[in-house]
């Protein structure tokens, strides 16, 4: 069964750190591009980065600003999305996609496979 799950979803404080994961199993990440999603109730997923096969990561920087990055672990399977600098607007709910094409896109329709999403909370 092709799955991915993410974890790592919590409440902290304004200025925190998270890390969040995303596992994949019955298929092999580092043949996909990942990217990470959020989503708030009433609006549309959006994307916050994307990791190609070769580990070139694509920030949409107006929402990232250098706050957001992506790292893989081939051993594994797993992708991450490390958060600074946490802001009560990042509270979302947080997607992982994978995508056979073997190059990033920002837009939902390209993805292939998705996880469930995990939950933040940012708020004091």
């Known amino acids: 069964q092709l799955q991915l799950v993410e974890s790592g979803g919590d409440l902290v404080q304004p200025g925190g750190s998270l890390r969040l994961s995303c596992a994949a199993s019955?298929?092999?990440?580092?043949?996909?591009?990942v990217g990470w999603f959020r989503q708030v109730p009433g609006k549309d997923r959006e994307n916050l980065l994307c990791?190609?096969?070769?580990?070139?990561?694509?920030p949409v920087e107006d929402i990232v600003k250098g706050r957001f990055a992506m790292s893989r672990d081939s051993a594994k399977n797993t992708v991450y999305l490390q958060i600074d600098t946490l802001k009560p607007e990042d509270t979302a709910k947080y997607y992982c996609a994978a995508r056979q094409v073997l190059t990033c896109s920002t837009s939902v329709a390209d993805y292939d496979f998705w996880g469930q999403g995990t939950q933040v909370v940012v708020s004091a």
């Open positions: 990791i190609d096969h070769i580990d070139l990561m694509t």
């Open positions: 019955g298929f092999n990440l580092d043949y996909y591009s």
